[in-house]
C-alpha cells in the first residue's frame, strides 16, 4: 500500500485521535502482544455487540490499524495515545486546555508545593508562543524585566519553536544558580530581546502585607501573588492582624498576580463583598449549559474604604476578584487594564498520573460582563514611570561612545530611573551620557571609564531594582493610598 506525503500526514493526525479511545480495549485484550494482527484483532473488538462507541471511531480505527500495520518504523500504542490526546487537545486551539504526559505532570506538581527551582513566571501558549502571563513578584523573572505578553522564542540558543508548552517549561525551568537565557518578542519593540535570569528557589508565599501612612491614614496593604489552597486563610489571618492594629483604609494589591483556584478567591469575596452580594457568575459547558452563581456571606461592609490594584499581569481569579470588589462593592479599582482571562479550567489525573487541563466554563463579572481578551479597565488609571519597563543591558558587548540603537536607548531609560540625566533618549550615545555614565561609576567606586561594562551594568540594574522596590516611585500605590486616605477623610 502506498500514501503520498498529505496522505501520511492526514492519517497521523486521524490516529492521534483514534488511539486514545481504543486504548482501554487494547490494554484489555491485546495486552503483551506487539504483532499488528493481534492490536487490529483486538481494536476491532471495540465495534462489535451492542458497543457504546459512536460509529465515526470505525474510521479512527482503520487509521490506527493501518499506521501499525503500514508504517516504515515500528510504533508503540503508547506513543499513539500519548499524541491522540496531545492532537485532540491542540485541535481545540485554546491556550489554556492542554495535557502533560505522566513525567510532565509531576513537574508541573512539584510546583505547588512550598518551593520550586525555575525563573518564576506564568506562561500560557498564544498563536504557538510561549507567552508570559505575568511574572512572580520578586522572581528572576521579574528582575530580568519579563513583562506580561512577552513571547519566549528560545532558551540558552534553543529554539521553542513547534513545542509545547509542558516542554518549553522543562527548557525554561532548571537548577538554582543556572543561566536562562531568554530571547523575547517584545509588543511594540522591533528587534527580539535578550533577557538572561539566574534561575532560583521560587518560594510560593502567596500573601504578604504591610501597613502604610498616608495624610495621618493607616492603610493596610495586603498583596496576593497568586491563589493557592491556603491563600484565602492566610488572607484572612492577615487582614485580621491589620484590622487589630486599627487601620483606616484597605488595599489589596493583585498585580501581577496571574490566578489560580477559584474557591481561595470564592472564600475572599465572601468576606469582603457587602450585601450578600454576587461574587462570580459561572457559565459551563455545551453539554450542559449549567450555571453557578457564588454570593458573599457577608451583610455589612467593613468601616474602611477599600482600593483594589491592578494591572496586565493580573490575570483569572484576579480578574474575577477586581470585577466582584468593584460591581458588587463599588470600590475603586487603581493601575492598568488587567489582563483579560476569562474561563475556568479542570484537571483530571487518568491513571497512568498523566493529567488532561480543560476549559470547562466561562466566568461572568456580577453584571453579567466577560472580560475575556478584553481585560477590566480600572477607575482611576495610573502608568508606572517609564524606567519600570527597562530591560537588562547587554552582557555580550560593553556600552559606550557614539554606539547607537535600542541598547543604548535602554541605557538612557536605567540612568533617567537613576536620576541621572543622559540628556537624549533616542539610543545615540554622546558625551552627555557618557558624563552620567562616569558618574554613576564614581558613586559606586568603579572606574570612571564612561562605558558600560559588566561591573558597571550589574550596578546599574541592582541600583534600579531598588528604585522601582521603593514605595515612593510606585505610582499605582501612591495613587491607591491617596484614593483610600480621602475616602477615609470623607466619611
Not at 226 to 253: A, P, R, V, Y
Not at 308 to 316: D, H, R, T, Y
Amino acid at each position: 500500500m502506498k500514501w503520498n506525503g498529505r496522505s501520511v500526514f492526514a492519517l497521523v493526525i486521524v490516529t492521534m485521535v483514534a488511539s486514545s479511545f481504543l486504548t482501554m480495549g487494547l490494554m484489555k485484550t491485546s495486552a503483551g502482544s506487539s504483532n499488528a494482527t493481534a492490536v487490529t484483532a483486538a481494536a476491532g473488538s471495540l465495534f462489535t455487540g451492542s458497543q457504546e462507541y459512536p460509529k465515526e471511531f470505525k474510521k479512527l480505527l482503520d487509521a490506527f490499524s493501518a499506521i501499525k500495520q503500514e508504517y516504515i518504523q515500528d510504533v508503540t500504542t503508547d506513543q499513539l495515545v500519548e499524541g491522540a490526546i496531545g492532537g485532540m487537545v491542540g485541535s481545540l486551539k485554546d491556550p489554556y486546555s492542554d495535557y502533560m504526559d505522566p513525567t510532565s505532570a509531576e513537574e508541573f506538581n512539584s510546583t505547588l508545593h512550598s518551593t520550586f527551582q525555575g525563573i518564576g513566571t506564568e506562561v500560557t501558549m498564544q498563536n504557538g508562543r510561549v507567552t508570559v502571563v505575568s511574572p512572580f513578584k520578586g522572581s528572576p523573572a521579574e528582575r530580568a524585566g519579563l513583562r506580561p505578553n512577552d513571547q519566549i522564542l528560545s532558551v540558552n540558543g534553543e529554539s521553542l519553536e513547534g513545542l509545547d508548552l509542558h516542554q518549553a517549561v522543562t527548557k525554561i525551568r532548571g537548577p538554582k544558580g543556572t543561566k536562562a537565557v531568554l530571547k523575547i518578542a517584545r509588543p511594540g519593540v522591533a528587534e527580539p530581546l535578550t533577557v538572561v535570569c539566574v534561575r532560583d528557589d521560587i518560594p510560593i508565599e502567596t500573601v504578604t502585607s504591610q501597613i502604610m501612612e498616608k495624610n495621618g491614614v493607616k492603610v493596610g496593604v495586603i498583596s496576593l501573588t497568586q491563589f493557592s489552597s491556603d491563600t484565602s486563610k492566610h488572607f484572612t489571618d492577615q487582614l485580621t492582624d491589620l484590622e487589630k492594629k486599627g487601620i483606616g483604609g484597605l488595599i489589596i494589591d493583585v498585580r501581577g498576580n496571574p490566578g489560580g483556584y477559584l474557591l481561595a478567591v470564592k472564600e475572599i469575596g465572601e468576606t469582603l463583598i457587602p450585601n450578600k452580594g454576587k461574587i462570580v457568575e459561572i457559565e459551563y459547558g455545551s453539554a450542559n449549559k449549567q450555571r453557578e452563581e457564588y454570593f458573599s456571606k457577608t451583610d455589612a461592609a467593613k468601616p474602611y474604604p477599600i482600593a483594589v490594584l491592578i494591572n496586565g499581569g493580573s490575570a483569572s481569579a484576579s480578574e474575577i476578584l477586581a470585577g466582584a470588589m468593584s460591581e458588587s462593592g463599588g470600590y475603586k479599582l487603581v493601575g492598568e487594564k488587567s489582563f483579560g482571562k476569562g474561563t475556568v479550567q479542570s484537571t483530571m489525573e487518568m491513571a497512568d498520573k498523566s493529567q488532561l487541563k480543560l476549559t470547562i466554563a466561562k466566568w461572568l463579572t456580577p453584571k453579567g460582563n466577560w472580560i475575556h481578551e478584553k481585560g477590566i479597565e480600572p477607575d482611576v488609571k495610573v502608568e508606572q514611570p517609564a524606567y519600570f519597563n527597562a530591560t537588562q543591558l547587554p552582557t555580550d558587548k560593553v556600552l559606550s561612545r557614539d554606539m547607537a540603537g535600542s541598547d543604548v536607548k535602554n541605557l538612557q531609560l536605567i540612568l533617567t530611573g537613576l536620576k541621572l540625566s543622559p540628556g537624549r533618549d533616542d539610543g545615540y550615545f554622546d558625551e552627555k551620557t557618557e558624563q552620567a555614565v562616569k558618574k554613576f561609576q564614581t558613586a559606586h567606586k568603579l572606574p570612571a571609564t564612561g562605558k558600560v561594562d559588566q561591573a558597571t551594568r550589574t550596578a546599574m540594574e541592582d541600583s534600579l531594582r531598588e528604585e522601582i522596590r521603593k514605595p515612593e516611585n510606585d505610582l499605582q500605590l501612591q495613587k491607591a493610598l491617596e484614593v483610600v486616605a480621602q475616602q477615609n477623610k470623607a466619611k
